[in-house]
C-alpha cells in the first residue's frame, strides 16, 4: 500500500510538533539541555494525545548525535535509524500482547547488555496497565536500579491500574486533553501542508468530535477527504462525524420557544431519516443549550464554546430564551439521555422529551395596561379602608390604656414554684432504715426495670434511668432522682407508684412504697437528720463512752477520730 493515514504520515518528529502538551514538552527539553535524564518515566492520558510520540522523540533527542539537545535533529544516522526503527537498541512493547512474566524476564535479562549502535538502551512499553502483577513485580527492581545505559519509558491510557510501586519509581508526566483550537490549528497546517483544500467551520467540527484526541481528528479528517470531492465542506464533516448541523439545531430550538411541537417533531424526523444517531442527537442538543447558557451569562468567554458557532440566528435565539428556561432544557435532556441508556426504545423518549420541551413555561406574570388600572383602583380603596381602621383602633387603644392606668393595679400572688420532697415520711424511713432491706431493693433493681420495660411501661421506666435507691425499712424506701422534673412526674404519677410497689413485691417479696427526693434535696434532708440524731443521742453517748475511745479524743481531737460498730 503505497497511501499513509494522516496520522501516521503526519506524526510529531520534534516536541514542537507535540500539539496542547506545552506542560511535558518543556519538561523534557529543559532536563535534555541540562543532561538530567531520568532513568524511568510515566506518560500517562487519554488516546491520541502524544505520549507514544513523545516516547520517541525522547529516545531520539537523547541518542542524538548532537546532544545535548532540546530537539533531535533527525539528519543523523541515530535520528533517523530510531525513525525507521532499524536500530535495534530502542524496543518498542506492546503490554497488551506481551504482559506475562516470562517477556519481562527476557527484559531483565536483555537490560544487562550494553547497546549496540547509541549511548542509551530505550524500553518504550505502550499500555502498560496491561501487564499481570507478576510481570509488575518482575518488572519491580529492574525498573528501581536499572544499568546507567537503560531508560524505561512507560505508556498507559489507565493510570490508576498500575501498581504505586511502579508509579513511584517513575518520573509522571500527564497528558491532557487537546482543546478543540490547538487540533483545528494543528489540521489547518496539516490540510495546507498536504494540499487539502477546506473550509474552517467543517475543520472545527471534526475537532471538536474528536474529544481531545489528535489522532482521532487525523483520522476523521482522513475520511471527510475521502468522502469529498474537492475540499472539506461543513456537509462532509456533519456526515462523517455523525454531528447534527446548527442549521437544523436553530431550526428546532425555534420551535421549541414558539412551542411548535409539530414543527420540533418535523425537524426531529428529518434528523433520523439522515441516519443521525439519537444517542448523539441528544447530546448535542445538551452541549447547544450549555453553549447558550454561557453565552448569555458570559459572552467574553467565547473561546470556551464548544458546540456552536456564534452566528446571528443563535444571537437572536439566546436573546429570546430566558436562562430558566434553559435550565429547564438542559434537566429534560439530561433525564431523558439516562433513560435512554436503558432501554431500547430510544426514538420514543426523545419524541416525548421534545413535546415536554415545548411545553416549558417561563413564571413570568403580564399584566394588561387596562387590567392593571383596575387593580391599581382596587388596591388604593383597600388601603384607605385599611387606614381608616388603624386610626380607629388606635384612638381606642389610647382610651383604653387610660382606663387601665386609673385604676389600682393588683399585684399577683406568687406562687412556689418547684417540687418539695415529703421530709417526714423521709426521715421516718431514715429512722427506721437498715441495710438489709437496701441491698435487697438494689439486688433487684435492674429486674425491676426490665419487668416495666415489658409491661409496654417504657416512658415511665425511663423516669428511672438515672436514680438511685439511697435508703429503706422494712416497708418503704427513699428513691433520688439527678432531676427534680423527673422526681415530680413519677411522684404525681400513681399509676406508675403503684406499679413500681407491685413488681418490687413479686420480685422481693416485700410491698415497699417509693419515695422520691431529689438530689439537691436529699443531702440537705439527711445532713439535717443526721445533725438531729447526733444532738438527741450526744449525752448517752457521753456516759456510755468507752474509756479508751474517750482517752483517744483526747490525744488527737475527735474531728479526726471515725468510729465504726
Not at 525513525?83 to 504482559?99: C, K, L, Q, W, Y
Not at 542509551?120 to 518482575?138: C, P, W
Not at 414543527?263 to 439522515?274: I, W
Not at 418503704?476 to 406508675?496: D, G, P, R, T, W
Request: charged content about 25%.
Amino acid at each position: 500500500m503505497s497511501y499513509q493515514a494522516l496520522y501516521r504520515v503526519w506524526r510529531p518528529q520534534v516536541f514542537e510538533d507535540v500539539v496542547g502538551q506545552q506542560h511535558v514538552t518543556k519538561t523534557l527539553q529543559n532536563a535534555l539541555l541540562q543532561q538530567k535524564i531520568s532513568h524511568a518515566y510515566l506518560f500517562s492520558g487519554p488516546r491520541g494525545t502524544g505520549k507514544t510520540s513523545a516516547a520517541k522523540i525522547l529516545a531520539k533527542a537523547v541518542n542524538c548525535e548532537r546532544s545535548p539537545v532540546t530537539e533531535p535533529c533527525n539528519e543523523c544516522d541515530a535520528c533517523k535509524g530510531i525513525t525507521d526503527g532499524s536500530i535495534p537498541d530502542v524496543i518498542e512493547i506492546d503490554a497488551a500482547s506481551n504482559n506475562g512474566v516470562e517477556e519481562i524476564r527476557d527484559i531483565r535479562d536483555k537490560v544487562k547488555f550494553a547497546p549496540n549502535v547509541v549511548p542509551y538502551k530505550v524500553y518504550i512499553i505502550d499500555e502498560v496497565h496491561m501487564l499481570s502483577i507478576g510481570a509488575f513485580n518482575a518488572l519491580l527492581k529492574t525498573l528501581e536500579e536499572p544499568p546507567k545505559h537503560v531508560i524505561f519509558i512507560l505508556a498507559t491510557t489507565e493510570p490508576h491500574k498500575i501498581p504505586l510501586t511502579i508509579i513511584s519509581r517513575c518520573q509522571r508526566f500527564d497528558f491532557k486533553r487537546i482543546t478543540a483550537k490547538d487540533i483545528t490549528g494543528r489540521m489547518g497546517h496539516i490540510a495546507r501542508e498536504s494540499g487539502i483544500e477546506f473550509d474552517e467551520s467543517a475543520l472545527n467540527i471534526i475537532a471538536r468530535a474528536a474529544e481531545g484526541g489528535m489522532r482521532d481528528a487525523l483520522s476523521l479528517m482522513d475520511q471527510a477527504v475521502s468522502f469529498g470531492e474537492e475540499r472539506v465542506t461543513i456537509e462532509d464533516a456533519l456526515t462523517v462525524t455523525g454531528s447534527i448541523s446548527q442549521s437544523y439545531l436553530n431550526k428546532l430550538v425555534e420551535s421549541i420557544q414558539k412551542k411548535d411541537i409539530a414543527s420540533a417533531l418535523q425537524v426531529f424526523e428529518e434528523l433520523l431519516q439522515q441516519g443521525k444517531d439519537p444517542t448523539r442527537f441528544v447530546e448535542d442538543l445538551i452541549l447547544y443549550f450549555r453553549d447558550m447558557l454561557l453565552y448569555k451569562t458570559a459572552p467574553n468567554l467565547e473561546e470556551a464554546i464548544e458546540r456552536v458557532m456564534v452566528d446571528e440566528d443563535f444571537r437572536q435565539l439566546t436573546d429570546t430564551i430566558a436562562s430558566e428556561q434553559i435550565y429547564e432544557y438542559i434537566d429534560i435532556l439530561n433525564k431523558t439521555q439516562q433513560e435512554m441508556k436503558f432501554s431500547n426504545l430510544a426514538r420514543i423518549y426523545l419524541e416525548v422529551s421534545l413535546i415536554k420541551l415545548c411545553e416549558v413555561r417561563v413564571q413570568k406574570q403580564v399584566i394588561n395596561s387596562s387590567d392593571m388600572d383596575i387593580d391599581t383602583q382596587q388596591l388604593l380603596d383597600q388601603i384607605r379602608n385599611l387606614q381608616k381602621e388603624i386610626q380607629e383602633l388606635k384612638v381606642n387603644g389610647v382610651q383604653e390604656t387610660q382606663a387601665v392606668n386609673q385604676q389600682p393595679v393588683k399585684k399577683a400572688p406568687r406562687t412556689g414554684k418547684g417540687f418539695k420532697a415529703q421530709v417526714g415520711r423521709i426521715n421516718d424511713v431514715l429512722k427506721e432504715a437498715t441495710k438489709q432491706d437496701l441491698n435487697l431493693i438494689k439486688s433487684r433493681w435492674g429486674d425491676m426495670l426490665s419487668l416495666l420495660n415489658d409491661r409496654q411501661m417504657r416512658s415511665q421506666s425511663a423516669l428511672l434511668n438515672e436514680t438511685e435507691p439511697v435508703a429503706a425499712s422494712n416497708h418503704s424506701f427513699v428513691l433520688k432522682f439527678k432531676y427534680e422534673i423527673h422526681c415530680q412526674m413519677a411522684m404525681e404519677n400513681q399509676k406508675f407508684l403503684q406499679a413500681v410497689s407491685s413488681i418490687l413485691s413479686e420480685l422481693t417479696g416485700v410491698s415497699y412504697q417509693l419515695i422520691g427526693v431529689p438530689e439537691n434535696q436529699w443531702n440537705s434532708i439527711r445532713e439535717s437528720f443526721i445533725h438531729n440524731q447526733k444532738d438527741g443521742s450526744k449525752d448517752e453517748e457521753e456516759q456510755t463512752e468507752d474509756p479508751l475511745i474517750a482517752e483517744a479524743k483526747k490525744l488527737v481531737g475527735a474531728d479526726l477520730i471515725e468510729i465504726k460498730d
